[in-house]
């Protein structure tokens, strides 16, 4: 909230300046000003996107469920292939790909989990139980 506000300010001082410096031809304030209204979209901005960035998982005995970007998608654990863990760092935390890495985007990865290992494990292990009711 306060971002969005700072932002509104920011840009709305930054680009009256601007404007006026615009319709006045001076040069300098131009520069100035825009130099202003980058630095607030900069300062603003960077906090929004990554918000937009970031993915979160939840894993259930079922289902797979990821939320990135306002967008959701999920799948059943039966219908994927057996989790790999994927560049797992000296922490353990990592990826968790299911089945081959592919270029079309296409298919499921966990980026940064706490314990890539722990959860390919747990994944396998629902995986072998098969679905709900048989």
Sequence with gaps: MITVLFMV???TGT???TLTAIVAADVMGILIGAAFVVTGL????????AGLARASYTVTDQRVIVQSGG???SAYLHQLPPPVPSGVRGDGSGSVVFGAARDDGAGIEL???PDAHGLCHLIARA???GPAGE
Excluded at 42 to 49: N, V, W
């Design 9 to 11: 300010i920011w840009l």
């Design 15 to 17: 680009g009256w300046f």
């Design 42 to 49: 900069t300062i603003a901005g960077r906090p929004l996107l």
């Design 71 to 73: 967008r959701v998608g």
């Design 111 to 113: 980026h940064d989990v």
């Design 127 to 129: 995986q072998s139980r």
